[in-house]
Protein backbone atom coordinates (compact mmCIF):
# COMPACT_ATOMS: atom_id res chain seq x y z
CA UNK A 1 0.00 0.00 0.00
CA UNK A 2 2.72 2.37 0.64
CA UNK A 3 4.65 1.64 -2.24
CA UNK A 4 1.37 2.26 -4.57
CA UNK A 5 0.72 5.77 -2.47
CA UNK A 6 4.25 6.68 -2.83
CA UNK A 7 3.92 6.38 -6.86
CA UNK A 8 0.16 7.64 -6.98
CA UNK A 9 1.10 10.92 -4.96
CA UNK A 10 4.97 11.43 -7.26
CA UNK A 11 2.91 11.00 -10.09
CA UNK A 12 0.49 13.90 -8.98
CA UNK A 13 3.28 16.19 -8.26
CA UNK A 14 4.60 15.43 -12.04
CA UNK A 15 7.07 12.31 -11.28
CA UNK A 16 7.32 9.93 -13.83
CA UNK A 17 8.29 6.31 -14.02
CA UNK A 18 11.68 4.91 -15.10
CA UNK A 19 10.82 4.04 -18.14
CA UNK A 20 11.33 0.69 -18.58
CA UNK A 21 12.83 0.34 -14.87
CA UNK A 22 16.50 0.98 -16.48
CA UNK A 23 18.35 3.98 -14.45
CA UNK A 24 18.85 7.00 -16.55
CA UNK A 25 22.97 7.06 -18.13
CA UNK A 26 23.25 3.15 -16.89
CA UNK A 27 21.99 -0.12 -18.08
CA UNK A 28 21.09 -0.99 -14.32
CA UNK A 29 17.65 -1.99 -14.06
CA UNK A 30 14.79 -1.74 -11.15
CA UNK A 31 12.80 -3.57 -9.32
CA UNK A 32 10.93 -1.25 -7.10
CA UNK A 33 9.08 2.09 -7.67
CA UNK A 34 11.81 4.90 -8.34
CA UNK A 35 10.34 7.83 -9.48
CA UNK A 36 11.79 11.20 -11.89
CA UNK A 37 11.64 14.92 -11.46
CA UNK A 38 13.35 17.36 -13.56
CA UNK A 39 12.18 16.85 -17.43
CA UNK A 40 14.83 17.17 -19.77
CA UNK A 41 17.45 18.68 -17.49
CA UNK A 42 18.89 17.35 -14.48
CA UNK A 43 16.90 16.19 -12.03
CA UNK A 44 16.12 14.27 -8.92
CA UNK A 45 15.24 10.32 -8.66
CA UNK A 46 13.27 9.97 -5.72
CA UNK A 47 13.03 6.17 -4.12
CA UNK A 48 11.36 4.89 -1.38
CA UNK A 49 12.82 2.72 1.32
CA UNK A 50 12.06 1.31 5.08
CA UNK A 51 14.61 2.00 7.72
CA UNK A 52 15.61 -0.27 10.41
CA UNK A 53 15.14 2.88 12.79
CA UNK A 54 15.69 6.47 12.89
CA UNK A 55 18.82 8.05 10.65
CA UNK A 56 19.88 4.17 10.22
CA UNK A 57 20.78 3.32 6.28
CA UNK A 58 18.02 1.09 4.78
CA UNK A 59 18.82 -2.54 3.91
CA UNK A 60 21.13 -2.75 0.68
CA UNK A 61 19.41 -4.14 -2.23
CA UNK A 62 19.93 -4.53 -5.52
CA UNK A 63 17.39 -1.46 -6.91
CA UNK A 64 18.96 0.89 -3.75
CA UNK A 65 22.47 0.15 -5.21
CA UNK A 66 21.96 1.12 -8.80
CA UNK A 67 20.24 3.89 -7.35
CA UNK A 68 23.21 5.52 -5.09
CA UNK A 69 25.50 5.07 -8.07
CA UNK A 70 24.20 8.36 -9.64
CA UNK A 71 25.55 10.06 -6.62
CA UNK A 72 28.79 8.93 -7.67
CA UNK A 73 29.40 12.86 -8.41
CA UNK A 74 28.45 13.15 -5.07
CA UNK A 75 31.74 12.04 -3.54
CA UNK A 76 35.24 12.57 -3.92
CA UNK A 77 37.05 10.24 -6.13
CA UNK A 78 38.37 10.13 -9.54
CA UNK A 79 36.35 8.68 -13.04
CA UNK A 80 39.41 7.34 -14.80
CA UNK A 81 37.03 5.08 -17.52
CA UNK A 82 34.55 7.75 -18.05
CA UNK A 83 32.08 5.10 -17.08
CA UNK A 84 30.41 6.59 -14.46
CA UNK A 85 27.24 8.30 -14.18
CA UNK A 86 27.14 11.51 -16.18
CA UNK A 87 26.18 14.95 -14.22
CA UNK A 88 22.56 15.58 -14.02
CA UNK A 89 20.35 13.26 -12.05
CA UNK A 90 20.98 12.60 -8.21
CA UNK A 91 19.15 9.57 -6.20
CA UNK A 92 17.18 10.60 -3.16
CA UNK A 93 15.53 8.40 -1.18
CA UNK A 94 12.57 8.77 1.05
CA UNK A 95 12.72 6.98 4.23
CA UNK A 96 10.22 5.39 6.72
CA UNK A 97 11.30 4.04 10.08
CA UNK A 98 8.43 2.13 11.72
CA UNK A 99 7.58 2.41 15.03
CA UNK A 100 8.06 -0.74 17.11
CA UNK A 101 5.76 0.16 19.86
CA UNK A 102 2.88 0.81 18.31
CA UNK A 103 2.03 -1.19 15.27
CA UNK A 104 0.72 0.21 12.05
CA UNK A 105 2.82 3.37 13.15
CA UNK A 106 5.65 5.39 11.84
CA UNK A 107 8.52 6.71 14.10
CA UNK A 108 10.46 9.06 11.38
CA UNK A 109 9.79 9.93 7.68
CA UNK A 110 13.09 11.10 6.51
CA UNK A 111 14.90 12.50 3.01
CA UNK A 112 18.27 11.20 2.33
CA UNK A 113 21.34 10.94 0.16
CA UNK A 114 23.55 7.96 0.17
CA UNK A 115 26.98 7.97 -1.10
CA UNK A 116 27.86 6.01 -4.01
CA UNK A 117 29.62 3.52 -1.89
CA UNK A 118 26.69 2.95 0.31
CA UNK A 119 28.43 3.77 3.43
CA UNK A 120 26.93 6.74 4.51
CA UNK A 121 24.49 9.82 4.37
CA UNK A 122 25.71 12.61 2.39
CA UNK A 123 22.09 14.53 3.68
CA UNK A 124 19.75 13.21 6.44
CA UNK A 125 16.73 15.49 7.73
CA UNK A 126 13.47 14.40 9.25
CA UNK A 127 10.72 15.58 6.76
CA UNK A 128 8.88 17.60 8.75
CA UNK A 129 12.45 19.56 9.50
CA UNK A 130 13.12 19.47 6.05
CA UNK A 131 9.47 21.01 4.98
CA UNK A 132 9.77 23.48 7.70
CA UNK A 133 13.26 24.73 6.56
CA UNK A 134 10.90 25.49 3.24
CA UNK A 135 8.76 27.18 4.67
CA UNK A 136 11.23 29.69 6.55
CA UNK A 137 12.97 29.87 3.24
CA UNK A 138 9.84 30.48 1.51
CA UNK A 139 8.95 33.37 4.00
CA UNK A 140 12.17 34.95 4.06
CA UNK A 141 12.02 35.61 0.52
CA UNK A 142 8.89 37.12 0.86
CA UNK A 143 9.34 39.43 3.10
CA UNK A 144 13.49 40.82 1.57
CA UNK A 145 11.34 40.97 -1.46
CA UNK A 146 8.87 43.60 -0.16
CA UNK A 147 11.35 45.75 2.30
CA UNK A 148 11.93 49.02 1.54
CA UNK A 149 15.38 49.45 0.12
CA UNK A 150 17.66 50.21 2.23
CA UNK A 151 21.88 50.70 1.43
CA UNK A 152 22.80 47.63 3.92
CA UNK A 153 19.53 45.34 3.11
CA UNK A 154 20.50 42.09 1.42
CA UNK A 155 17.87 40.67 -1.00
CA UNK A 156 17.49 37.54 -2.83
CA UNK A 157 17.39 37.65 -6.61
CA UNK A 158 13.81 37.36 -8.06
CA UNK A 159 14.37 34.84 -10.53
CA UNK A 160 17.29 32.74 -10.34
CA UNK A 161 18.47 30.68 -13.22
CA UNK A 162 18.88 26.95 -12.64
CA UNK A 163 22.69 25.54 -12.32
CA UNK A 164 23.93 24.20 -15.56
CA UNK A 165 27.01 21.64 -15.23
CA UNK A 166 29.46 22.96 -17.83
CA UNK A 167 29.90 19.51 -18.97
CA UNK A 168 26.39 19.03 -20.10
CA UNK A 169 26.16 20.35 -24.12
CA UNK A 170 25.16 24.14 -24.05
CA UNK A 171 21.65 24.62 -26.16
CA UNK A 172 21.64 26.07 -29.21
CA UNK A 173 19.32 28.74 -30.12
CA UNK A 174 17.46 28.33 -34.07
CA UNK A 175 17.54 31.94 -35.76
CA UNK A 176 13.59 32.31 -34.34
CA UNK A 177 15.58 33.20 -30.69
CA UNK A 178 13.76 29.25 -29.46
CA UNK A 179 15.71 26.52 -28.11
Do not use: H, W
Amino acid sequence: MMEQAFEEICARFDGLPLAGGVLPNTNLKIFQPFMRFGGKGPGVILGLAAMPEPSKLPAKNRSRLAGVTLNFNLTPSFDFDGLGPKPGDIFVLFLVARDREQSGKLEEIAIGVIDSAYDQFLFYERLDKFLADDADATETARSSASAPSDVGLVRLKSKVKPFVPPELPPEVEDDTGTK
